[in-house]
């Protein structure tokens, strides 16, 4: 049902239904008194009593099989989702109104005749070669390689050579970006290894988890293409999940290349399609025409039959985990599904999570390694910058500016990683020390030079800044602290000569923005890229010899227990930008806290390292991997509401506890958020069964938290703001 129910609902299925009646259609049922969408989620023989009729029945075609309906409810039930809603945000977007709400395109198509021998005209005859050899062409691919073919088509149909049909024409924009050429490699030791345990588990057959944990550049997409390639000769589905598809164009193309025309068929889904192209590979996908599925988080869900292998590059990107909603984390429910469907499924990072890396330690799952750089590419020696005594003028300590000034007399490219984008991150009154709060969200507002906007990064309220300070009239306002805009507007200042990109959520929202600045960047036309995390996912610049990194601090101090392993994954991920071609990589770090862990163990490439003093302090704290968490957030417009309905909440979770810990509650660190103000109570226990039971419980009572105020629950969280 999509509706926000908590329960399924049984319907009876009137005799003139029962034949079209099947798993995976939405149908018009009575809910109250009102008509309401709902999922078929499975067909039951049995008695009737009382029952409320089905009114409609509204695919031909199912969008899901029973296998699929067993696995969404299964994820509703462990991030305790209504599970009609968490259907709906599991099928393509465009599907909530009646019937099929998209048009389906269709194309004309010609099929070879069993009739032997040729026809007169040589055209004809070139037509119908390609045809035979195609064995289905479409008109579209026809006309691409003959001029005008109409007339000859016309006579192949009117000789009987070929037949004319109409198909569903599959709209794929990525179909249209020219693929790169294939490379092929010899596999390395490391990547043998690992491909014998992931083709052995594929052959075998049965749930074969394994952690893929190599640098960048160790080679682990080459093993993710050979392990599908296997997968697809035993005849089985392959479902690919990265972190965020319109970063990762280079992974794309690479699979695009590998499995080509006539080879497997790869459906992308990806945030740049309509509703109506979405909803076409899904179906293509339900109809078992795909092979290979290819996307970001919500690819998770498509209706894949016969799934033989699950890749999730990146598996510790926190984009994994959906923010609002159904909050469910792709990663996990992935672990979810390939056991259901008994597959095999390969985490793969430079830096897996370390809730995963523990659970590879333990046994639970295969660990396989790729040690080093593939051609012995040697990792980017990294320095760390010690800010604290450095005569700051700008945002570049001496080092970094001598740095980069070095590579742009080479004619090298640099890149700069700053986590934050605008111009500055506040306003400041030197006068009174005023500054410019988001009255929605009490969190300064960030000042953006270009647009000359101050922008709540939160909820988009903005305003022109005044010229007068609001409190004491002065006119003294200036922006303290650096964003993007400003780091570039101090290395046109310094350089001149160079060419100065910027790649963050400001200038790459424009469609095909981001493609052409890789292009760019590709060819050689940049000499510094600036920019906010999206500079180190998932791109290979060769040309790239100098990472700086400006303020390592940024994440380090979020009040959040897993900083730490951000930061770590962040400065790694983004140090394996440097030097991925011939030459040899430099990578500068600036910040105040060079002795942190997180940020030594980054300079020294030292995961392991890492990962023991990480581990060491997450077992202190009873945090994950030694606990599990959740994290309950009530929301309202009035703050004693709120307050009164938490204290109740967690005074009644506190009496049936039991071993789990009922934290708070206590303010959200986002105590404001769109006007809504936020309290949190935080669950924590060292067993899984007793923080199940009580949710549970607690999700019965869920309605009962007061009018006006909302709560949601947020299993596993990933973020605590
Ligand atoms: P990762 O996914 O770990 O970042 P890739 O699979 O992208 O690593 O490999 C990095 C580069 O090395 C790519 O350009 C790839 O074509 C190349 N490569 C991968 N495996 C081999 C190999 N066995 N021999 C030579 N080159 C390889
Ligand atoms: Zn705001």
Avoid at 425 to 453: K, S
Avoid at 502 to 529: C, F, N, P
Wanted: charged share 25%; with cysteine; proline share 6%.
């Amino acid at each position: 049902m999509a509706a926000p129910l908590d329960k399924t609902l049984a319907y009876r299925v009137p005799a003139a239904l029962a034949p079209a009646i099947r798993v995976g259609v939405r149908v018009r049922v009575p809910l109250g008194r009102r008509q309401a969408t709902g999922y078929l989620l499975a067909v039951q023989e049995g008695k009737d009593d009382g029952l409320k009729e089905i009114a409609e029945i509204l695919d031909r075609e199912p969008l899901f099989s029973q296998e699929l309906a067993a696995f969404y409810l299964r994820a509703a039930d462990y991030y305790l989702y209504p599970p009609g809603e968490a259907v709906r945000t599991a099928l393509p977007a465009g599907l909530s109104g009646r019937g099929t709400d998209v048009a389906v395109l269709r194309e004309r198509i010609y099929l070879p005749l069993e009739q032997e021998g040729q026809p007169a005209g040589g055209r004809q005859r070139e037509i119908l070669d390609y045809v035979r050899r195609q064995g289905r062409a479409t008109l579209t691919g026809i006309r691409g390689q003959f001029p005008s073919p109409y007339a000859p088509l016309a006579r192949l149909v009117a000789l009987g050579f070929v037949r004319e049909d109409e198909a569903e024409k599959v709209r794929d924009p990525f179909l249209a970006a020219p693929v790169p050429a294939d490379v092929p490699v010899e596999p390395s030791s490391d990547q043998a290894e690992a491909l014998e345990a992931i083709e052995g588990a594929l052959e075998a057959g049965g749930f074969a988890p394994f952690l893929l944990h190599g640098v960048t550049g160790s080679g682990k997409t080459e093993v993710y293409l050979r392990a599908i390639a296997r997968a697809v000769a035993l005849d089985r589905t392959a479902l690919v999940l990265v972190p965020e598809i319109a970063l990762t164009p280079q992974l794309v193309g690479r699979f695009r290349a590998r499995f080509r025309d006539g080879g497997p068929v790869i459906a992308v889904l990806h945030s740049g399609l309509s509703d109506g192209e979405r909803y076409d590979a899904w179906r293509a996908i339900a109809r078992g025409e795909v092979s290979i599925v290819i996307g970001a988080r919500s690819a998770l869900f498509a209706p894949l039959a016969n799934l033989g292998i699950i890749v999730v590059d990146e598996e510790h990107e926190a984009s994994y985990k959906q923010g609002e909603g159904f909050r469910y984390n792709a990663r996990d429910l992935a672990l979810m599904r390939a056991q259901m469907s008994q597959a095999t499924i390969v985490l793969g990072s430079a830096t897996p999570a370390v809730t995963t890396c523990h659970r590879a330690l333990e046994g639970q799952m295969g660990y396989l390694r790729l040690t080093g750089r593939v051609s012995e590419r040697s990792l980017p020696a990294v320095e760390l910058v010690d800010m604290r005594g450095e005569a700051l003028t700008g945002a570049l300590s001496s080092s970094l500016a001598s740095a980069l000034e070095g590579n742009l007399e080479k004619g090298e490219q640099s890149l700069l990683l700053l986590n934050r984008r605008g111009f500055s991150p506040y306003l400041l009154c030197a006068d009174c020390g005023a500054t410019f709060r988001c009255p929605n969200c009490e969190i300064t507002l960030t000042y953006h030079q270009g647009a000359r906007q101050l922008r709540c990064h939160y909820c988009d309220y903005h305003l022109t800044p005044p010229d007068l300070c609001p409190s004491c009239r002065g006119g003294a306002i200036l922006p303290e602290g650096t964003g993007t805009e400003r780091l570039e507007e101090e290395l046109r200042g310094l350089f001149p000569q160079a060419r100065i990109a910027r790649m963050d959520r400001d200038t790459m929202g424009r469609k095909g923005a981001h493609g052409q600045l890789v292009s760019r960047m590709e060819a050689g036309e940049v000499d510094i890229l600036v920019g906010t995390q999206m500079v180190a996912k998932g791109l290979d610049f060769p040309g790239v010899t100098l990472v700086g990194v400006v303020n390592a601090d940024s994440t380090l101090n979020f009040p959040d227990f897993r900083c730490a392993e951000r930061t770590f994954s962040l400065l790694t991920q983004v140090a394996g930008r440097a030097g991925r071609g011939e030459k040899a990589g430099r990578v500068l770090i600036q910040t105040y806290s060079p002795e942190h862990y997180a940020l030594a163990c980054a300079a020294n490439h030292d995961y392991g390292d890492f990962f023991e003093q990480e581990i060491g302090f997450r077992q202190e704290l009873g945090y994950p991997p030694f606990g599990y968490l959740a994290n309950l957030v009530l929301a309202g417009n009035e703050a004693g509401k709120v307050q009164s309905a938490a204290d109740t909440l967690a005074l009644a979770l506190s009496e049936m506890a039991g071993p789990v810990e009922v934290l708070g509650p206590a303010p959200c660190p986002l105590s404001r958020l769109r006007g809504k103000t936020r309290v949190q109570i935080l669950l924590k226990s060292p067993q899984r069964p007793p923080l199940r039971r009580l949710l549970h419980r607690l999700a019965v009572m869920r309605h009962k938290v007061g009018a006006g105020v909302l709560l949601s629950i947020d299993v596993d969280p990933l973020d605590m703001l």
